[in-house]
């Protein structure tokens, strides 16, 4: 690999004023990879005024075709580096190679994505004609108009760095916004490639986009929440960190974008086809259930729920893992040692609190090193446990039984979260009934699947705020201005 270690700050990639760096850890094998630039105070204050400096003085808010060309760039750019960050992107997550490739989030996904942001922008009405009316007796022509939020903090996690990264520069970038991109600490060369890619492939003007390596989230993120030549935050990674960012940027009253967690059910009715729908509950295994829309709640009819138990024994003994270059796994290490012992830790509240642990349940007997969990499914789970109510981050099922239809509706909905679900039926009417009834953004019918560039995704309750993808994503990014010409 040749990943870039720098910070990309008014159009220069540049050390960090101080000199330091800190070491980027592969979640795999638990070596350090290499280094990285560790900014701080100062190096974050350069990237602001360089981000409010080319959003005031530079023509990049109202070139719309000039926005429309550097993108494109970006996302050719990107498409050039591609074999080599997806093996960057796996080393940094610990993801395998099988869902770094073409089918998968972590890589090829979302850089094809950028169409839909790029066609939108193409066909965008920034200017619409509401009339001529006659208000308090005044005659006046009214135009709406739509521009550029200002700058823009977009603040990433490290579960699919490029993903993310690309979620919110893209749309940002596109509605004519100027933003400093922060990192997560555990997966900076996937951002500081993207800068590294702006200064060799494209005309992005100096400023316009600024990366920013740290590792530690807290200073350098309130720093950039806080100052006041911010205008828009946007955020995803926990709620708790979420609610943090929201208060801090309400003493500027400054819009805020967060997309936060969940602990998404996945509803089996008593009809499905059990062979089929539990095949779905393998998810949580994916990149070791390091995703905030999984669906980490299994909800079976009581009656059945000794096949259950049995079909889960067999399907989750499928689950192969342990190489991160392998093409045919989905599940991978978790991130550090702290989500480690983190997930580690719920697995024994979840035995304290009378859980069955019905497999997994440890560290894996094969893998020495790596921050591995094992495959983990909890049976006789009530929906006041713990593990039923806050959000694990790892490959850990908590599989609840409901007496009927409206039970099933009511624990999946007894959540302060609601971000997705799932409901799996024989009669696709009466799953989509069901699914109406659920206060999530989001949510999976047989099998269906939201995950595509132009379907908003967000949440309800303590899963977020606003939208991200789709038209909703783009309109994020921009204030609405309404004008009155006397006629």
């Given at each position: ?9 008014d159009?220069?990639?540049?050390d960090a ?8 850890i ?39 075709q ?16 591609e074999?080599e ?5 796996s080393?940094?997550?610990?993801a ?29 009405e920034?200017?619409?004609?509401i ?5 308090m ?11 550029a939020?200002?700058v823009v ?16 520069c893209?749309?940002?970038l ?10 997560a ?43 006041p ?5 946007s ?23 967060l ?12 009809d ?12 949580v ?5 390091q ?5 980490t ?7 059945r729920?000794?096949?259950v ?11 192969q ?7 045919d ?7 550090n040692?702290?989500?480690h012992?983190?997930?580690?830790s ?7 609190e ?34 039923a109510?806050e ?10 039984s409901?007496?009927?239809?409206e039970?099933?509706i ?6 302060s ?5 799932a409901v799996?039926?024989a ?5 989509l009934r ?12 047989n099998?269906g699947?939201?995950y ?14 606003g ?18 010409i006397?006629?």
């Amino acid at each position: 690999m040749n990943p870039e270690t720098r910070l990309f700050i008014d159009g220069e990639l540049v050390d960090a004023c101080s000199g330091n760096t800190y070491p980027n850890i592969n979640p795999a094998t638990e070596e350090v990879m290499g280094e990285v630039a560790d900014a701080g105070a100062a190096d974050m204050e350069r990237a602001i005024a360089a981000a409010r400096r080319a959003f005031d003085e530079s023509g990049w808010p109202t070139n719309h075709q000039f926005r429309h060309r550097c993108l494109r760039q970006l996302q050719a750019g990107l498409g050039e580096i591609e074999p080599e960050l997806k093996r960057l992107i796996s080393a940094e997550t610990g993801a395998p190679m099988g869902i770094c490739g073409a089918s998968g989030p972590q890589c090829s996904v979302p850089i094809g994505m950028m169409d839909f942001t790029l066609e939108h922008l193409a066909e965008f009405e920034w200017s619409r004609d509401i009339g001529i009316a006659e208000p308090m007796g005044q005659r006046s022509r009214r135009l709406v108009e739509k521009e550029a939020v200002g700058v823009v903090a977009a603040i990433t996690p490290w579960n699919v760095p490029l993903q993310i990264n690309l979620a919110k520069c893209v749309p940002a970038l596109a509605a004519g916004c100027t933003l400093v991109l922060k990192a997560a600490p555990d997966t900076p060369w996937t951002a500081a490639m993207m800068g590294r890619v702006v200064k060799e492939h494209t005309d992005i003007p100096a400023g316009v986009f600024n990366v920013i390596t740290a590792s530690d989230p807290v200073q350098t993120g309130d720093q950039l929440v806080a100052d006041p030549r911010v205008d828009m935050v946007s955020f995803t990674g926990s709620t708790a960190a979420g609610k943090q960012i929201m208060a801090r940027a309400a003493a500027g009253v400054k819009k805020v974008f967060l997309e936060l967690g969940g602990k998404s059910a996945n509803i089996i009715l008593d009809d499905a086809d059990l062979d089929n729908a539990l095949l779905s509950s393998l998810s949580v295994c994916y990149h070791a259930g390091q995703g905030c829309s999984l669906t980490t709640r299994l909800l079976i009819p009581q009656s059945r729920q000794q096949e259950v138990e049995e079909l889960l024994k067999t399907y989750f003994g499928f689950i192969q893992y342990g190489d991160p270059s392998a093409e045919d796994q989905i599940m991978g290490p978790l991130i550090n040692r702290r989500q480690h012992e983190r997930v580690l830790s719920y697995i024994e509240q979840g035995k304290a609190e009378g859980a069955r642990l019905l497999l997994g349940g440890g560290r894996p007997a094969h893998l020495e090193r790596g921050y591995y969990v094992e495959p983990t499914v909890f049976v006789d789970v009530s929906n006041e446990m713990t593990i039923a109510r806050e959000e694990i981050f790892g490959p850990v099922l908590s599989v609840i039984s409901y007496q009927d239809e409206e039970d099933a509706i009511r624990i999946a909905n007894d959540s302060s979260y609601g971000l997705s679900g799932a409901v799996h039926s024989a009669d696709s009417e009466r799953a989509l009934r069901v699914a109406r009834r659920l206060r999530t953004g989001t949510l999976m019918v047989n099998n269906g699947n939201y995950y595509a560039a132009d379907a908003p995704f967000g949440g309800y309750k303590q899963s977020g705020i606003g939208r991200e993808m789709g038209p909703e994503g783009f309109a994020e990014y921009l204030e609405t201005k309404t004008i009155a010409i006397g006629v």
